[in-house]
C-alpha cells in the first residue's frame, strides 16, 4: 500500500492569468486567503512534501517555506512545471494538481494510491463524472524519462501524455466543487459562495 510518505505533492502555479488581466491566479484571495494556501493546506496532510512551480513571484510562493521550482519553460505549459517537479521529487509518486483549485478534497490521493497500486498503473485520475481531470493526478516519478521525450518530440498536450502511459480512473462525481478553478472575476465570486457553503455546512 502506498503510504503518504511516498507521495510529493506539486502545485502548478505557472499560469498566465489572461482572464484575470494577467494578475498571478494562485495568489487571488478567496475569504481572505489565497487560493494556493487553500490549496497546500488541503494537501499538506496527504504527502510528505510540497513543491510549488512557479514563475513569477517567487518570494511570495516562499512564504511557506516549500521548495519551489523555477518553472523556465512556458511554452511547454503545465508540463514543463510537471517535468521539473518529477526531476525534483525525493518520493516514488508524485501528486499533481493546479494552484487554483481551492476545494481539492482532502481525501484524494489515498483514492488515488488505493487504484495505482490495484491496477499497477503509472497514472492514476479522477473523474468527474463528465470528463477526466488530468490536472488531479498522481503517477510515478519514474514518468519523468518518457515526459521529457514526449517533450522533446515537441509533444504538448498532458491528455494526449496520460494516453501514451497506463492510466486508471477513479469515480469523483459525487465531490462537485472538487474540481473547480478560478480563471476569471465571475469565477473567484462563485468561489467565495462555495466557500460560504462549505463553512456552514461543516458547522451543522
Known sequence: MIHPDHVTGLILCGGAGARLGGRDKPLELLGGISLVEHVRERLRPQVARILISCNRN????????????????????????????????????VFVCPGDAPFIPTTLIKRL???LDRDSADISMPSDGARRQHLFALMRRALAGPLRDYLERGGRSMYEFVDLQRAVVIDASEETDAFFNVNSPADLRAAEGMLRRNRLASRT
Open 58 to 93: 517567487f518570494d511570495e510562493y516562499r512564504r511557506w517555506h516549500d521548495t519551489i521550482v523555477a518553472d523556465e519553460t512556458a511554452s511547454r505549459g503545465p508540463l514543463g512545471g510537471l517535468l521539473a517537479g518529477l526531476d525534483l521529487a525525493e518520493t516514488a509518486y
Open 113 to 115: 494510491t488505493a487504484a
